[in-house]
């Protein structure tokens, strides 16, 4: 009985046996041939262990898949609002404060500051008949009615269902552009809003 182990916990036996009489140059060729039959059944043992070993530990490891950026829902409060198509300016940054310490000559102090958020939050949609949402919240505020409103913008998993949100908070809009249109053209109409707010926080 032989046996032999295979890295990561797999091992193989083997049952080998052959008997030869040297006397006859027939019986010690077929000895010959056993043992390299032998061999290439252990060769290939090996390889089969070796690749259930990997598989098992990338199952183990379970891993998961980033979530895709284009399914997301956006809701502003108070608004009734169909999809937007694009979202951006969802960026924030802390404001660095430098200061020398005296007798410190090989460095400055950094010491975290404000935290401000250098762009507006920008909702791209395409233009509906019977929507005007957008619109008209950018109509009081330029008639002096600054109306603001929380803003939640939502990542859905593959099944559809909530996986992160962030709220936008006391938005209104600073900016609106209508569609761009051509006669030759076949594109949607979209309309882009931008959002002047106070901050971004998790959901």
Known sequence: MGGF?????????????ASADLSAGASLSAGVSASASFSASASFSASASLSAGFGVAIGIGGSKDPL???RFAVEIEG??????????GMHGEIEVQQYREGGTNAYMLQRAGPVKYPNNLSLKRGVLTDSREL???FCDVSRGTVNRKN???????????????????????VKWSGPDLHALASEIA????????????NG
């Open 190 to 201: 979209f309309e882009t809003v931008e959002l002047a707010h106070h901050g971004i926080v």
């Open 151 to 173: 803003i939640s913008v939502v990542l859905l998993d593959g099944q559809g269902a909530e996986a992160l949100r962030w709220n936008v908070l006391k938005a209104y809009p």
């Open 135 to 137: 619109w008209n919240w």
């Open 68 to 70: 895709l950026g284009f």
């Open 5 to 17: 182990d295979v890295g990561g916990g797999f091992s193989a036996d083997a049952d080998f046996s």
């Open 79 to 88: 608004l009734v609002t169909a999809g937007f198509s694009d979202v951006t």
